[in-house]
Protein backbone atom coordinates (compact mmCIF):
# COMPACT_ATOMS: atom_id res chain seq x y z
CA UNK A 1 0.00 0.00 0.00
CA UNK A 2 1.32 3.26 -1.10
CA UNK A 3 0.45 5.04 2.54
CA UNK A 4 2.76 2.42 4.12
CA UNK A 5 5.72 2.75 1.95
CA UNK A 6 5.06 6.79 2.50
CA UNK A 7 5.02 6.88 6.19
CA UNK A 8 7.70 4.63 6.35
CA UNK A 9 9.53 6.29 4.30
CA UNK A 10 9.12 9.78 6.04
CA UNK A 11 9.98 8.30 9.23
CA UNK A 12 13.15 6.61 8.22
CA UNK A 13 14.11 10.31 6.15
CA UNK A 14 14.09 11.70 9.40
CA UNK A 15 17.43 9.77 10.72
CA UNK A 16 20.32 9.14 8.57
CA UNK A 17 21.90 5.84 10.77
CA UNK A 18 17.65 4.24 10.84
CA UNK A 19 18.12 3.89 6.60
CA UNK A 20 15.87 0.42 6.72
CA UNK A 21 15.40 -0.17 9.95
CA UNK A 22 11.70 -0.26 9.83
CA UNK A 23 11.81 -2.79 7.25
CA UNK A 24 14.56 -5.44 9.08
CA UNK A 25 12.26 -4.64 12.64
CA UNK A 26 9.54 -5.57 10.51
CA UNK A 27 11.10 -8.86 9.24
CA UNK A 28 12.23 -10.21 12.19
CA UNK A 29 8.53 -9.22 14.01
CA UNK A 30 6.78 -11.42 11.89
CA UNK A 31 8.89 -14.12 12.01
CA UNK A 32 8.67 -13.62 15.96
CA UNK A 33 4.56 -13.71 15.74
CA UNK A 34 4.32 -16.97 13.14
CA UNK A 35 6.80 -18.62 15.94
CA UNK A 36 4.17 -17.73 18.34
CA UNK A 37 1.75 -19.15 16.56
CA UNK A 38 -0.35 -15.98 15.77
CA UNK A 39 -3.11 -15.51 13.56
CA UNK A 40 -2.67 -14.94 9.76
CA UNK A 41 -4.76 -11.29 11.33
CA UNK A 42 -2.81 -10.92 14.38
CA UNK A 43 0.50 -11.55 11.77
CA UNK A 44 -0.70 -8.80 9.45
CA UNK A 45 -0.89 -6.23 12.57
CA UNK A 46 2.09 -6.99 13.77
CA UNK A 47 3.46 -6.73 10.46
CA UNK A 48 1.90 -3.35 9.59
CA UNK A 49 2.52 -1.93 13.18
CA UNK A 50 6.58 -2.70 13.26
CA UNK A 51 6.98 -1.01 9.43
CA UNK A 52 5.22 2.19 11.34
CA UNK A 53 5.94 1.86 14.81
CA UNK A 54 8.46 5.31 14.64
CA UNK A 55 6.36 7.01 12.35
CA UNK A 56 5.00 9.54 14.47
CA UNK A 57 8.81 10.51 14.92
CA UNK A 58 7.88 12.69 11.52
CA UNK A 59 7.08 15.80 13.44
CA UNK A 60 10.46 15.27 15.98
CA UNK A 61 13.22 18.19 15.54
CA UNK A 62 16.33 16.57 13.56
CA UNK A 63 18.45 18.50 16.25
CA UNK A 64 16.66 16.34 19.08
CA UNK A 65 16.24 13.19 16.89
CA UNK A 66 20.41 13.32 15.95
CA UNK A 67 21.24 14.55 19.13
CA UNK A 68 25.11 13.24 19.84
CA UNK A 69 24.62 13.66 23.44
CA UNK A 70 22.10 12.60 26.29
CA UNK A 71 18.65 14.37 25.81
CA UNK A 72 17.85 16.98 28.36
CA UNK A 73 14.22 15.74 30.42
CA UNK A 74 12.42 18.16 28.06
CA UNK A 75 13.76 16.53 24.91
CA UNK A 76 13.08 12.91 26.51
CA UNK A 77 9.60 14.24 26.90
CA UNK A 78 9.10 14.84 22.57
CA UNK A 79 10.72 11.62 21.71
CA UNK A 80 8.29 10.34 23.69
CA UNK A 81 5.56 12.16 22.40
CA UNK A 82 6.44 10.19 19.08
CA UNK A 83 4.18 7.09 20.18
CA UNK A 84 1.06 9.27 20.58
CA UNK A 85 1.79 10.94 17.54
CA UNK A 86 1.90 7.88 15.25
CA UNK A 87 -0.98 6.14 16.96
CA UNK A 88 -3.30 9.14 16.50
CA UNK A 89 -2.03 10.08 12.57
CA UNK A 90 -2.33 6.08 12.07
CA UNK A 91 -6.27 6.23 13.55
CA UNK A 92 -6.73 9.20 10.98
CA UNK A 93 -6.32 6.50 8.06
CA UNK A 94 -9.33 4.20 8.38
CA UNK A 95 -7.43 0.78 6.54
CA UNK A 96 -4.32 1.64 8.84
CA UNK A 97 -6.76 1.63 12.17
CA UNK A 98 -6.19 -1.79 13.26
CA UNK A 99 -2.34 -1.04 14.24
CA UNK A 100 -3.06 1.69 15.99
CA UNK A 101 -3.19 0.29 19.38
CA UNK A 102 0.01 -1.48 18.66
CA UNK A 103 2.03 1.68 17.72
CA UNK A 104 0.69 3.69 21.04
CA UNK A 105 2.13 0.43 23.35
CA UNK A 106 5.61 -0.01 21.75
CA UNK A 107 7.36 1.65 24.21
CA UNK A 108 5.50 -0.05 27.25
CA UNK A 109 7.00 -2.01 29.49
CA UNK A 110 5.83 -5.87 30.86
CA UNK A 111 6.50 -4.95 34.45
CA UNK A 112 3.99 -1.63 33.49
CA UNK A 113 6.91 1.22 33.87
CA UNK A 114 6.69 1.99 30.36
CA UNK A 115 4.65 4.83 28.26
CA UNK A 116 2.17 6.05 27.53
CA UNK A 117 -0.26 4.11 29.14
CA UNK A 118 1.74 2.34 31.91
CA UNK A 119 0.05 -1.14 30.66
CA UNK A 120 1.36 -4.08 32.04
CA UNK A 121 1.58 -7.68 30.94
CA UNK A 122 -0.80 -9.01 28.80
CA UNK A 123 -2.63 -5.49 28.94
CA UNK A 124 -0.34 -4.20 26.58
CA UNK A 125 -1.03 -5.89 22.38
CA UNK A 126 0.70 -8.81 21.43
CA UNK A 127 1.86 -6.67 18.27
CA UNK A 128 3.66 -3.84 20.52
CA UNK A 129 5.02 -6.45 22.85
CA UNK A 130 6.56 -8.17 19.78
CA UNK A 131 7.62 -4.95 18.45
CA UNK A 132 9.32 -4.20 21.53
CA UNK A 133 11.70 -6.50 22.08
CA UNK A 134 13.16 -6.67 18.22
CA UNK A 135 13.12 -2.93 18.05
CA UNK A 136 15.77 -2.83 20.99
CA UNK A 137 17.79 -5.56 19.59
CA UNK A 138 17.94 -3.73 16.32
CA UNK A 139 18.65 -0.58 17.69
CA UNK A 140 20.93 -1.89 20.14
CA UNK A 141 22.92 -3.88 17.61
CA UNK A 142 22.61 -0.72 14.88
CA UNK A 143 25.14 2.78 15.06
CA UNK A 144 23.73 5.52 16.18
CA UNK A 145 24.27 9.40 16.40
CA UNK A 146 23.96 9.06 20.13
CA UNK A 147 26.23 5.48 20.25
CA UNK A 148 28.27 2.68 18.63
CA UNK A 149 26.40 -0.87 17.44
CA UNK A 150 26.60 -3.23 19.86
CA UNK A 151 27.68 -6.90 19.34
CA UNK A 152 24.48 -9.50 18.55
CA UNK A 153 26.17 -11.35 21.90
CA UNK A 154 25.86 -8.64 24.03
CA UNK A 155 22.55 -7.52 22.93
CA UNK A 156 20.96 -10.79 23.37
CA UNK A 157 22.28 -11.03 26.92
CA UNK A 158 20.48 -7.53 27.70
CA UNK A 159 17.45 -8.63 26.41
CA UNK A 160 17.47 -11.99 28.84
CA UNK A 161 18.89 -9.49 31.74
CA UNK A 162 15.38 -7.67 31.21
CA UNK A 163 13.34 -10.58 30.41
CA UNK A 164 10.06 -9.74 32.60
CA UNK A 165 10.57 -6.44 33.60
CA UNK A 166 11.19 -4.39 30.12
CA UNK A 167 10.37 -7.61 27.85
CA UNK A 168 7.53 -10.46 27.23
CA UNK A 169 9.37 -13.72 28.49
CA UNK A 170 7.69 -15.90 25.80
CA UNK A 171 8.55 -13.08 23.46
CA UNK A 172 12.33 -13.08 24.13
CA UNK A 173 12.14 -16.67 24.18
CA UNK A 174 10.43 -16.78 20.85
CA UNK A 175 12.83 -13.82 18.85
CA UNK A 176 16.25 -15.91 20.51
CA UNK A 177 14.64 -18.99 18.57
CA UNK A 178 14.44 -16.54 15.28
CA UNK A 179 17.69 -15.61 15.69
CA UNK A 180 19.23 -19.11 16.03
CA UNK A 181 17.25 -20.55 12.84
CA UNK A 182 19.91 -21.01 10.11
CA UNK A 183 17.11 -20.06 7.60
CA UNK A 184 14.34 -18.18 7.16
CA UNK A 185 10.77 -19.14 8.07
CA UNK A 186 9.85 -18.31 4.02
CA UNK A 187 11.57 -17.91 1.29
CA UNK A 188 11.03 -13.92 1.14
CA UNK A 189 13.36 -11.29 1.29
CA UNK A 190 10.51 -9.11 3.05
CA UNK A 191 7.90 -9.48 5.56
CA UNK A 192 5.80 -11.81 4.77
CA UNK A 193 2.80 -9.61 5.04
CA UNK A 194 3.04 -9.04 1.48
CA UNK A 195 0.38 -12.08 1.70
CA UNK A 196 -1.67 -10.95 4.27
CA UNK A 197 -2.82 -7.62 3.20
CA UNK A 198 -6.25 -9.07 1.97
CA UNK A 199 -6.93 -9.18 5.98
CA UNK A 200 -7.13 -5.10 5.66
CA UNK A 201 -8.89 -5.49 2.62
CA UNK A 202 -6.25 -4.76 0.52
CA UNK A 203 -5.82 -6.02 -3.14
CA UNK A 204 -3.38 -8.67 -3.29
CA UNK A 205 -0.98 -6.64 -5.22
CA UNK A 206 -0.47 -4.00 -3.14
CA UNK A 207 2.63 -4.64 -0.76
CA UNK A 208 3.69 -4.50 2.97
CA UNK A 209 6.72 -2.68 1.97
CA UNK A 210 8.47 -0.92 -1.09
CA UNK A 211 9.83 -3.43 -3.28
Same mark, same amino acid.
Given at each position: MATITMLADAAEAKDPYTHGHCEHVASLAERVAERLSLSEHDRSVVCHAALLHDVGKIGIADGILNKPGPLSPEEFEVVRAHVRVGADLIRNIPALAPIANAVLGHHERFDG????????????????????????????? *?????????????????????????????????????????????????? *????????????????????
Open positions: TGYPQGLEGEEIPIAARIICVVDSFCAMT *TKRSYKEAWGEEWARAELERCTGTQFDPQVVEAFLAVLDMPEPLHDSDGP *TGYNLLPVFGYSSDQHCVRG
